[in-house]
């Protein structure tokens, strides 16, 4: 096969080792490499690339055409007009399947776990869904664990699992869907790749995805040309394989001696920041500057963020988190789960819920003088459905002539619930889109502003999830309200992190070796 290792060592940075290798060779002027792809291990270790190799090509005189950096996934996404399904169609999918299921094949495959109802199909739907979305990363479905019988643990189960997976793909199919796991398996079979594609170069990528080097393997029998480069000297080739993966036989017994003095123990992810941000303040008290002073920071563990963020802008130093956050994380998530509890039950805690989310009220007097009025109201009237509180507003109040004139504040606000509450009924992702169009209609956005960016970013994953539910249709005969799929299907959204003049970074295993800093911090080394 026209596949070779490289080996870069393990001396200097990935950074400055990689381009050196792509540059090798390449003279003055314009270098054309679009008919090449770059595959790196994550987007953090590829903005460290796209940051050095222009500068790399400028050393040598040359400018640069291409290449592409990506990640595995991107190279196994299914290819273009392939009518796929979406996350959200998925879960509607295995909700009808889960509901009418044979009761023999979901014992057998979920034991106690076995429910009912919509919100337990979702949540067992999004289970399984990832549990075959993790074995698609290996090149298998649950039919191809299955057809091993009995060569693996809980034969029966997995037979089970299989036919519902059957189920699932039957019911994607009558919609003219095709499911994306069986689609990457199909397409990594079949070596397909861009006809314009020359050359694949795996850029220090340790454990690429089983189902990545079956799409590599069939690429370069067709003709393909993959370059494996591997962050270690040629003494150590016995010590990895031929796509670069460590054989762990050969790394086992080996040991980093560490000083003590190198070494720091502190019991929770806060006092490790502290720790490590004295150990900067320290440094600079011996003469470095802020601006002299290159610091990698190492996160293994995730609880050392947060913290890791709050004492490092203390010292002037923000830190950056390339790690996607959650949709979950955002004030947005709960103003939307809100909307659609008092859609859902229209009771006098969904109502109060909404209302005393930040984002709802204006701020100042008018927001305070709403909660206010409904804080004397609910121990005078007790009420449990947005109902009663209507009714209880129809009582005048103490100090008023007329219900007219009492609780002007409150009664002005609930008309806007009542408003938002008739409008999502009408149209799901139409009456998110109206009524979140009311609550910030009078918000501006500042770009420079990290709050607002941060905000727009929580809008757009929004904005997405919406287009799936208006792309994906009615949902017929579905045994879930759209409201339960949206929620779940929210659940999993992902915001991607966006650098805003960050001047840390804090990094993971994998984006370390990129790292020219010579100053290596790690905080919450948990692990042998």
Known sequence: MPVRRVFLGWDQPLCQTVPAHLLAGAGPGL??????VVVLPTRQSSWHLRSALPLAAAECGAALLGPEMVTPAVLLAPPPGVRIASGLQCL????????????ATLSVCLGRER?????WALSTGRRLQTLRQELADGGLDLAAVAARGDDIEEAERWQALAELEGLFLEHLQAMGLQDACTARIAMAHAGDLPESLRHVVLAAVPDPPRLFITLLERWAERGGRVDVLIAA?????AAFDDWGRPRPPDWHPRRIDLDDDQIGLEAK???????????????????????RLRLAIGVPDRETVAPLQRHLASLGLPAFDPQNRRFTETPLCGLVEALLALRRNPGYNEAAALLRHPHVLPAGKAGAAVLRELDALQPMALPVTLGDLRDALSRPRRGTDSPAAAWPHLRAALDRLEHWRRILERGLA???????????????????CAADAAFQESAEALDGVLRELEAAGPGGAATVDDAEVLAARLRDALIPSVRRGEVVDLEGWLELPWNPAPVLMVAGLNEG
Request: net charge negative; no cysteine.
């Open 233 to 237: 000297p040629a003494a150590d080739a």
């Open 31 to 36: 270098q054309d490499w679009r008919d090449r």
């Open 115 to 119: 429910g009912s109802g919509g919100a």
């Open 92 to 103: 509607r999918a295995w909700a009808a399947v889960l509901a009418a299921a044979p009761a």
């Open 430 to 448: 139409a009456g998110l889109r109206e009524a979140l169009q009311d609550v910030y209609a009078e918000r501006r956005l500042d770009p420079g």
């Open 269 to 291: 992810p806060e006092d490790q920041a502290a720790r490590l941000a004295e150990a900067i303040r320290e440094a600079w008290k011996a003469g470095r500057t802020p601006q």
